[in-house]
């Protein structure tokens, strides 16, 4: 009968960042292994807490069943001594191989009895392939052993049912022994069954299970907000690392001198949540209050030790945030630009410097192109990369640009200026803000564009995965700063002025990544694939508009007559391609070279829809004019029904191609309607 199954490893503290997924890639695998092996099947939970991950499957059999399968052999053209090996290597005659049909011809199969695992002889083989097959950058070893983990491991626990698995884990013997809580339960606890699992780490004050022990900590943290006036603002991702911390948490409130409210709150916030793991805690608008939130390992009718504890541990990183605020605010920003002539960007493409002034020199056209205030963008871009020599951003680089906005305001810089400093970074990650006001979009602009020239100018594209200059993310910001901005920038203009410091390259490669960026980025948007490629191909220079087009699109596919208007114009294409192809030439069409009735009616056609349609495309109504050529499907059908176009008349065959053509650039211009034909 099938029982639960339990597979604990007892290790030393477990990287926080990745113990949920080490807990949940563990149990995926070893499941998988398992349900392959006959044994078990799918669902299983996955426990994690900072010294143990463990597995417990709720039904696996001891052994599995005797099978019958086939084994594919050798083709069945091969020379009889290897058809006779085969036969031999199976236990049967060559009478009792089988023929079989495959995709590269016929084979000979063997059918054999394949007797049923024993778990007790396989699992803990699994077990070492679930572990090595997790994603561990770097394993360590210790003791006197070969074995290596992400950790020392000193505790192997299986358990199928009441009864231990006998086998050998990173040279560990197997058990039913783990341990309770570090210091608030029994250092051994011996499991009477695997089902009793989380219960009796329960019992010894551990919550085994991840997302309970995150959902607790979550609640007590809200409920002690409450209590104390605050809310606790962006807290999602350290919830995550700090449930990686403790076993059993209980949560304490801590202060600190609200003198140090006087430097800015991001150094403060961003040292109580890196290096203490503290939540600070907010008022209703958002501005820091000198109180923060302890998740503690400890639960104890007096928290007053552990909260003096970590007050005493949170102010001399205070006191070193306010350090370094003073201490920066004696240089003003501009004085440090020229050092930044020390500072390499990269070795084949100059110093922090000589990038600056290229970025400057590019912020200034795309600021001319927007009708922003050029001096004051320029500015900003002579002062953006400064605040990389400051000792506050030298402690903590994840406030490169927000430090420069602080400083560049204390030394009475323009706000638009010191904005502009701080969210030329924006956006630095999907879905993050995006830069405001014309000055900060030119240098946002002007340094990703930069970054994308200046490393696609020594060949350091994004390569499959790895994109170690983050060029990828730098090109979907370029994007959504010109789409959701409606920025009215052409594309091959920015593209040029950003290769023009990089003499060896043309700008069409930055423009084609770009396009592969925003294609994603449109498909994300809900249009499909076909609505893309239809908008895309006309190679639109102002991005801003194209989700518009797309939106017409979309509408013109609900039309009945879209379906038989986008094959008419992948006809017309195909026969232009031919005609081209072959070196036919056609100027625009006469009225008089159309002989035929059909002809010169889609001729008129074309004319009046033209006229109308052209107004709506220049004042951006993209529907209405896509719309707007819905009239042409019966002049096209009645066309095609009754004129050749690849008549033997010369004239007549170029003007009936000059009409096709007429008709492709009429109702083209906002998407190659071709594109839509299935």
């Not at 920003?333 to 922090?352: D, F, T």
């Not at 993050?432 to 696609?456: H, T, Y």
């Not at 096209?636 to 003007?655: H, N, Y």
């Amino acid at each position: 009968m099938p029982e639960a199954l339990l597979v604990e490893l007892l290790t030393e503290e477990l990287p926080p960042k990745s113990l949920r997924a080490l807990s949940e890639a563990f149990r995926d695998r070893l499941v998988n292994e398992l349900v392959k092996a006959g044994l078990a099947r799918q669902g299983a939970r996955a426990f994690a807490t900072p010294r143990r991950l463990a597995v417990l499957i709720a039904e696996v059999l001891p052994s599995g069943k005797d099978r019958e399968t086939e084994v594919a052999g050798p083709p069945a053209k091969a020379v009889p001594q290897a058809i006779a090996g085969f036969a031999k290597k199976h236990g049967l005659a060559v009478e009792a191989l089988q023929k079989r049909a495959t995709d590269k011809g016929d084979v000979m199969v063997a059918r054999v009895h394949v007797k049923g695992l024993v778990l007790d002889k396989v699992l803990a083989g699994l077990v070492e392939e679930a572990l090595k097959a997790l994603p561990i950058p770097k394993v360590m070893r210790w003791g006197d052993g070969e074995a290596q983990f992400v950790r020392p491991v000193h505790g192997l626990v299986m358990l199928h049912g009441r009864k231990v698995v006998p086998g050998t884990v990173l040279g560990l013997k197997s058990g039913n022994r783990t341990r309770g809580h570090r210091f608030m339960g029994k250092p051994e606890i011996a499991l009477a069954a695997a089902d009793d699992y989380e219960k009796a780490l329960l019992d010894q004050q551990v919550i085994a299970d991840f997302e309970r022990r995150r959902n607790e900590i979550e609640a007590a943290l809200q409920a002690t907000a409450g209590k104390e006036k605050g809310s606790l603002g962006e807290y999602r991702d350290l919830l995550d690392e700090v449930t990686a911390l403790v076993e059993h948490p209980s949560v304490y409130v801590g202060t600190f001198d609200a003198a140090f409210l006087a430097v800015p709150q991001e150094c403060l916030i961003l040292t109580m949540r890196q290096n203490q793991k503290y939540f600070p805690l907010f008022d209703a608008a958002g501005k820091l209050l000198p109180k923060f939130l302890i998740v503690s390992n400890m639960k104890v009718a007096d928290p007053r030790h552990i909260v003096g504890g970590n007050q005493r541990v949170v102010r001399p990183r205070l006191e070193d945030a306010r350090f370094f605020y003073d201490q920066d605010r004696k240089v003003r920003l501009e004085a440090r630009v020229p050092q930044l002539a020390r500072v390499v960007y990269h070795n084949k493409l100059g110093s922090q410097l000589e990038r600056v002034q290229r970025i400057k020199l590019l912020a200034g056209k795309i600021a001319r192109e927007l009708g922003a205030d050029v001096l004051q963008t320029e500015r900003a871009a002579e002062l953006a990369k400064a605040d990389l020599l400051t000792g506050m951003v030298g402690e903590f680089p994840e406030l490169q640009g927000v430090m420069g906005r602080y400083y560049a305001l204390h030394d009475g810089e323009p706000g638009p200026v010191a904005d502009a400093i701080a969210q030329h970074y924006y956006p630095r990650f999907a879905g993050d803000r995006l830069p405001e006001g014309p000055i900060a979009c030119a240098v946002a602009l002007a340094d990703k564009l930069d970054a994308i020239a200046g490393l696609f100018s020594i060949g350091q594209h994004p390569t499959g995965e790895k994109d170690p200059f983050g060029l990828r993310r730098a090109a979907l910001g370029v994007v959504r700063i010109l789409v959701e901005n409606k920025l009215r920038l052409s594309l091959t203009e920015l593209a040029r002025a950003a290769f023009e410091p990089f003499k060896s390259q043309t700008p069409v490669e930055l423009v084609n990544f770009i396009y592969d960026r925003f294609a994603g980025y449109l498909r994300e948007q809900g249009f499909s694939t076909l609505q893309v490629d239809a908008v895309m191909s006309k190679g639109p220079v102002n991005l801003s508009v194209v989700p518009q087009q797309l939106e017409a699109v979309r509408v013109f596919q609900s039309l009945p007559e879209a379906e038989s208007l986008a094959a008419a114009n992948k006809r017309v294409a195909n026969i232009l391609r031919q005609a081209e192809a072959k070196g036919e030439t056609f100027a625009n069409a006469e009225v008089n070279e159309l002989v035929e009735p059909a002809e010169r009616a889609l001729h008129e056609a074309i004319r009046k829809a033209s006229d109308k349609a052209k107004p709506l495309y220049e004042r951006g109504d993209y529907t209405g004019y896509l719309k707007t050529f819905a009239v042409l499907k019966a002049p096209i059908d009645a066309f095609f029904d009754k004129v050749m176009v690849m008549v033997e008349d010369e004239k007549l065959r170029r003007g009936r191609l000059a009409l096709l053509r007429d008709l492709r650039e009429a109702m083209n211009r906002v998407a190659d309607l071709s594109k839509l034909a299935a």
